[in-house]
């Protein structure tokens, strides 16, 4: 089956820098590539997705890259505010919607004054 | 759009008793939910992905008479704990998602076996 590792586990960063998660995974028929935030007893937020015929995609301050060939893909949030405090956890499946997702085990992000 | 709402948010109950959840896509028609398990500070582990009328698919580890999920119609999935005890308190969520959706997630049921 898929298998995701992500890293770092925490992250913390000044706010006004930039932070960037990465993520690879080991199924080379994963082609669906979305990212969560969740904050702290709340419901994982879809923030932003990309399929494999993509290499990257922006919205506003977020963006994701993918790398099929290396099988990973990385998370960038520039600007970082306050807000962005959160965990992070990307997934991977096989053209989304009813096929499963495999998460990663989540970055801590924290955004410092 | 997209909303999915989970239900109740909190429960607290004695150990040996049986609690239901409920998983609603409000705006669209989930054709497949699948319900997850959070311990804290870790991610969420996948128990079961159930098709609309179908029966649901478990994940390995995950026992089927104890976790029963019941998912009737395209908007509404269920997932009863049998005869709960205090090794089953965690974070269940639920998420739904549509032939041309991604997933997206109920707020979440905190459990609390006594």
């Known amino acids: 089956g898929e298998n995701v590792e992500q890293h770092p586990s925490t992250l913390s960063v000044q706010e006004g820098d930039s932070a960037v998660i990465k993520c690879t995974y080991s199924?080379?028929?994963?082609?669906?590539f979305p990212w969560y935030k969740q904050e702290l007893g709340k419901r994982p937020q879809l923030i932003i997705d990309i399929r494999s015929n993509v290499g990257e995609k922006k919205d506003q301050r977020i963006a994701v890259t993918l790398n099929k060939t290396a099988k990973h893909f990385s998370l960038h949030i520039t600007e970082t505010q306050p807000e962005d405090s959160a965990v992070y956890f990307c997934a991977a499946s096989q053209t989304g919607g009813g096929n499963k997702l495999t998460f990663g085990t989540g970055t801590q992000l924290k955004v410092e004054l | 759009g997209a909303v999915v709402s989970q239900h109740p948010s909190w429960v607290i109950c004695k150990s040996g008793t049986s609690v239901k959840i409920e998983c609603r896509s409000l705006?669209?028609?989930?054709?497949?939910m699948f319900w997850y398990r959070q311990f804290p500070k870790q991610s969420l582990m996948l128990m079961a992905t159930?098709?609309?009328?179908?029966?649901?698919?478990?994940e390995q580890g995950v026992e089927k008479d104890k976790f029963l999920i019941n998912h009737a119609s395209l908007t509404l999935s269920t997932l009863t704990v049998t005869s709960a005890h205090p090794e089953d308190s965690s974070f269940y969520i639920c998420?739904?998602?549509?032939?041309?959706?991604?997933?997206?997630f109920g707020d979440g049921t905190r459990l609390s076996i006594l």
């Open positions: 199924d080379s028929a994963s082609n669906y």
């Open positions: 998420s739904a998602a549509g032939r041309s959706q991604p997933q997206h």
């Open positions: 705006d669209f028609q989930a054709t497949t």
């Open positions: 159930s098709n609309e009328g179908s029966k649901a698919t478990y």
